[in-house]
């Protein structure tokens, strides 16, 4: 019986056959003087003595992408019941590779069953035997022009079942029929390891299954009882495109998703890339026409309730994060263009969902046009602290300055400007200053504060009790880094503790004075100020502040190697 049979190279006269006799002929045509087609039978290889060859196979002579080498080789792959072999036939036989198979355990006198497939590149190939499947990459080299194949990665995996037939489904999957007739796709990419099950009793193959199933260019070929089944794998945009055709918008959205976060293992499957760069490159634009489309489909029907729209929009953002590899990358079409969708009724829903994403983390940059009008949303409802916690919540390296500065000013949200100020300019001394500015009265040389209202003033204390023990106000979250953080208390107890004016601005040879008439300027003007301004106020902040380890530790203790003390111009005495 023929296990095997195959053409070499790109020749149509020459051919390789096997047998269960243990013998591998190699048939050639060829004209002769008198150019007529004459045949010639040479036997390669002959193992009666030794075992049963049970399948051998050639490698294709297409394919084999920028490695000639092995296409040159014309390699014979064979499987017996004790070994497996890689056997170059030209220039002359070669044994390339050989291994030992393992020995039949299952206890009975069931004979071995082998199948051996070569991938359309020839690059790669797979064998089994019994219920184990190798696979193998190779790659080409020559060495003292000798020609050579290495063998750059092996991977077995076992099957419950027999395995009766393989088949290379794509590139770097593999198709396996067991004896029960079920389709196990491997994956060969990483690991050799199961992505997908499809059984195919019900279909009725003709027996032996094995000679009646095939595989070609993602599609399945069975011959059955009754007629011939062509079945075919399908991509991911086939499975994303039924959903949509059948108006199921958000397990569509949840397809894209899961192809970006756990789906890496069926990439190849449905024809993605593995890669989850290149992945995300391919699924970017086809997303967003999708997320649109999805919101249109939904702002047009009359059922449209609110939480409907809630769920879409929130599924859309959270896929929208899924491609975003850092901050700078944050993909902001995704807030601008469904912005326009929304009418004046159904624009709260759009921002609810937005103001939780960016509390939940899950956002922390917006455009400039949504920036705006997501704040001005908020203040005219009166929203403060919600709005303070969401502008606090957004990264300050990614903010429009000159825009969150114009509006905090606007709508009186000088906790943010503080917190902003200090973050982004890493400046702690302005908003102390300001606060002196307003308690003096001279509200034309504040900088952040021109509008504050008096009642707001008193919020200095909170600032300095914030600061003071390492809290970045008005949030709980420590000042980082350490070097920022000392500078900070430094230049802070300097002034509140100094004896005489300070130079403000640095530099300017202008002084702090906290008394219209200078001569009257007494020692520790700004403790005096503060004491004055609210006594109660000042001193609970400072019971607070003498409870902090900075003031209880030597200066020894402090790391100071990470910061530059001439770069102040102010230290304490």
């Given amino acids: 019986n023929v296990n095997g049979l195959g053409f070499v190279g790109k020749r149509h006269t020459a051919m390789v056959i096997s047998d269960d006799s243990g013998a591998v002929l190699y048939h050639t045509g060829f004209r002769n003087h008198l150019w007529q087609l004459t045949y010639r039978t040479k036997v390669i290889l002959n193992v009666a003595n030794e075992g049963q060859i049970l399948q051998t196979a050639i490698s294709p002579a297409t394919g084999v992408s920028g490695n000639n080498i092995l296409r040159e080789l014309h390699l014979l792959a064979t499987v017996s019941q004790d ?164 108006g199921n918008y958000i397990p569509a959205l949840e397809t894209v998703g899961f192809l970006l976060s756990s789906g890496s293992s069926l990439a190849q499957f449905v024809n993605l890339e593995v890669n989850l760069r290149k992945r995300k490159k391919q699924l970017e634009q086809p997303f967003r026409n999708l997320s649109l489309a999805s ?123 503080i917190y902003l100020w200090n973050k982004v300019f890493t400046d702690y001394m302005t908003p102390l200053v300001d606060f002196i500015y307003r308690i003096k009265g001279e509200t ?40 920022t953080l000392l500078k900070a208390k430094l230049n802070l107890f300097y002034v509140i503790f100094s004896g005489a004016s300070i130079e403000w601005p640095e530099n300017s040879l202008s002084k702090l004075y906290t008394c219209d008439d200078h001569s009257n300027e007494p020692a520790f003007p700004y403790l005096n100020l503060l004491l004055k301004y609210d006594a109660a106020g000042f001193l609970s902040m400072l019971n607070e502040v003498f409870e902090d380890s900075f003031l209880n530790e030597e200066n020894g203790s402090l790391d100071e190697k990470d910061l530059d003390m001439d770069s102040y111009s102010m230290k304490i005495n």
């Avoid at 159904?346 to 917006?366: P, R």
Wanted: charged share 25%; net charge negative; aromatic share 10%.
């Fill in 83 to 246: 070994s497996f072999a890689l056997i170059s036939m030209n220039p002359h036989l070669v044994t390339q590779y050989l291994e030992k198979t393992p020995k039949n355990d299952s206890g009975n006198s069931s004979p071995f069953r082998a199948n051996i497939s070569w991938d359309h590149s020839g690059t790669k190939v797979a064998y089994s035997l019994n219920k184990s499947i190798s696979v193998f990459v190779l790659t080409g080299e020559k060495v003292n022009e000798e020609k050579l194949v290495n063998i750059s990665k092996r991977e077995t995996w076992n099957c419950q079942e027999e395995i009766i037939n393989v088949q290379w489904v794509s590139e770097d999957l593999i198709g396996i029929l067991t004896n029960s007739n079920e389709l196990i796709v491997l994956t060969a990419s990483e690991k050799l390891e199961p992505i997908a099950k499809v059984d195919l009793l019900s279909h009725d193959i003709l027996t032996p299954s094995e000679r009646h199933f095939a595989c070609f260019k993602r599609q399945i070929f069975l011959l059955t009882s009754y007629t011939l089944k062509l079945g075919k794998f399908l991509s991911w945009s086939d499975v994303i495109l039924h959903y949509v055709q059948n």
């Fill in 444 to 483: 034309s040389r504040c900088l952040l504060f021109n509008d504050m209202p008096d009642k707001s003033v008193s919020k200095v204390f909170d600032y300095l009790s914030f600061v003071l023990t390492g809290r970045q106000y008005p949030t709980d979250i420590p000042v980082s880094p350490p070097a």
């Fill in 295 to 417: 919101l249109k489909y939904l702002l047009s029907k009359k059922e449209c309730g609110y939480e409907k729209l809630f769920n879409l929009f929130s599924l859309i953002l959270e896929v929208d994060n899924l491609f975003s590899d850092s901050l700078e990358e944050q993909v902001n079409f995704i807030l601008d263009e469904p912005l326009e969708l929304f009418n004046e009724e159904q624009l709260h829903v759009f921002y609810d969902v937005l103001s939780n994403k960016i509390l939940e983390g899950a956002i922390k940059s917006l455009s400039p046009s949504v920036l705006k009008r997501i704040i001005t949303y908020y203040a005219e409802k009166e929203e403060y602290t919600l709005l303070e916690d969401l502008i606090v919540m957004l990264d300050p390296q990614f903010l429009d300055l000159d825009l969150v500065v114009k509006l905090c000013k606007e709508f009186k949200l000088y906790e943010v400007l």
